[in-house]
Nanobody, 126 residues
Framework: QLQLVESGGGLVQPGGSLRLSCAAS????????IGWIRQAPGKEREAVSC????????KYADSVKGRFTISRDNAKNTVYLQMNSLKPEDTGVYYC???????????????????WGQGTQVTVSS
C-alpha cells in the first residue's frame, strides 16, 4: 500500500529554518514526481515545490524561491524540503504528494497529485 508520511514541522521564529521529511512506503519515490503543497488557514492549497522523476529537476513557487530547497534521497526513499529564512506567511500545514498517474512535477496546481500524506504543521511566529 502506497503511503507518504511527513515529519519535521514545528514552531519557529521568523528568519529560522526547518527541514521537512517525506518518507515513502509501498513504492519507490523516484518512480514518481513528488510535490510539497501547503495550506494556510482559510486559504486554498498551494504547491510550493516539486521534484521530477526522470532527471531530478526541481521547481519552486515564486513565494519560496531562493529560500526553500527540495531534494531526494533514493537510498532512504525520502524527499526533503529545507526551508530557510522562514516568514510568518509560510505558516500552514505542509503535505507531500505524489503524481502516480502522469509523473508530472507541477507547481501551477496541486490537483494533479493523487497520493497524499497526512501533513505536518509549520508555524512561523515570534
Amino acid at each position: 500500500q502506497l503511503q507518504l508520511v511527513e515529519s519535521g514541522g514545528g514552531l519557529v521564529q521568523p528568519g529560522g529554518s526547518l527541514r521537512l521529511s517525506c518518507a515513502a512506503s509501498g513504492f519507490t519515490l523516484d518512480d514518481y514526481a513528488i510535490g510539497w503543497i501547503r495550506q494556510a488557514p482559510g486559504k486554498e492549497r498551494e504547491a510550493v515545490s516539486c521534484i521530477s522523476v526522470s532527471d531530478g529537476r526541481t521547481k519552486y513557487a515564486d513565494s519560496v524561491k531562493g529560500r526553500f530547497t527540495i531534494s531526494r534521497d533514493n537510498a532512504k526513499n525520502t524527499v526533503y524540503l529545507q526551508m530557510n529564512s522562514l516568514k510568518p506567511e509560510d505558516t500552514g500545514v505542509y503535505y507531500c504528494a505524489a503524481d502516480t498517474v502522469f509523473g508530472q512535477c507541477v507547481i501551477k496546481s496541486y490537483r494533479g497529485y493523487d497520493a497524499w500524506g497526512q501533513g505536518t504543521q509549520v508555524t512561523v511566529s515570534s
